[in-house]
T-cell receptor, first 117, second 115 residues
Framework: NAGVTQTPKFRVLKTGQSMTLLCAQD?????MYWYRQDPGMGLRLIHY???????AKGEVPDGYNVSRLKKQNFLLGLESAAPSQTSVYFC????????????????FGPGTRLTVL | AQSVTQLGSHVSVSEGALVLLRCNYS??????LFWYVQYPNQGLQLLLK??????LVKGINGFEAEFKKSETSFHLTKPSAHMSDAAEYFC?????????????FGGGTRLMVKP
């Protein structure tokens, strides 16, 4: 049981290049999330998904796209990378829920460190 | 709308001293509250959470936090710091009843432990 894995671990891009970050989870979780972490700002939600084939915008979605074609995978795309997208990206997943009676913990991957020159 | 404020981006304590990391939140609905820890070059690990019931919650590694509704606070404490506690700590809030389990994080507090 690997939990949440992220590929790649590190990447350096030039401005204008594109790339896709892959997140995979083997816990049969319904919900998946992409965050970015910047110094002093904590983690900010980019996009999330509450099930296969669904996606929604988070707090900072501009410049990113996502897809959830398979339940276990959540892809984050940068179509034209900018230096402002230099950050550490974290994927997370959780069981469905969030209703009044329960809360299901988010499990985080190890992160991808992206530098855009 | 929700927000989290962590007072002090850096906290330094001596080994064996009390650890106190401060967190204040705002939420328009009853909150779920969390503390996560991040060790260098790793992902986030849940330390403890408050959902319902007892307002004093105990977590892993000897940490605990108390939910004080009147003060909108959820401060993290540990009676005696260990060198291994050096890490970054994040307070987070999620809104009860909001589909998606979404978390809003504070800016983080880096804890340094001096020998």
């Amino acid at each position: 049981n690997a939990g949440v894995t992220q590929t790649p671990k590190f990447r350096v891009l030039k401005t204008g290049q594109s790339m896709t970050l892959l997140c995979a989870q083997d816990m049969n979780h319904e919900y998946m999330y992409w965050y970015r972490q910047d110094p002093g700002m904590g983690l900010r939600l980019i996009h999330y998904s509450v099930g296969e084939g669904t996606t929604a915008k988070g707090e900072v979605p501009d410049g990113y796209n996502v897809s959830r074609l398979k339940k276990q995978n959540f892809l984050l795309g940068l179509e034209s990378a900018a230096p402002s997208q230099t950050s550490v990206y974290f994927c997370a997943s959780s069981l469905a829920g969030g209703l009044m009676s329960s809360y299901n913990e988010q499990f985080f991957g190890p992160g991808t460190r992206l530098t855009v020159l | 709308a929700q927000s989290v404020t962590q007072l002090g981006s850096h906290v330094s304590v001596s080994e064996g001293a009390l650890v106190l990391l401060r967190c204040n939140y705002s939420s328009s609905v009853p909150p779920y509250l969390f503390w996560y820890v991040q060790y260098p070059n790793q992902g986030l690990q849940l330390l403890l959470k408050y959902t319902t019931g007892a307002t004093l919650v105990k977590g892993i590694n000897g940490f605990e936090a108390e939910f004080k509704k009147s003060e909108t606070s959820f401060h993290l404490t540990k009676p005696s710091a260990h060198m291994s506690d050096a890490a970054e700590y994040f307070c987070a809030v999620s809104a009860k009843g909001h589909a998606g389990n979404m978390l809003t994080f504070g800016g983080g507090t880096r804890l340094m432990v001096k020998p």
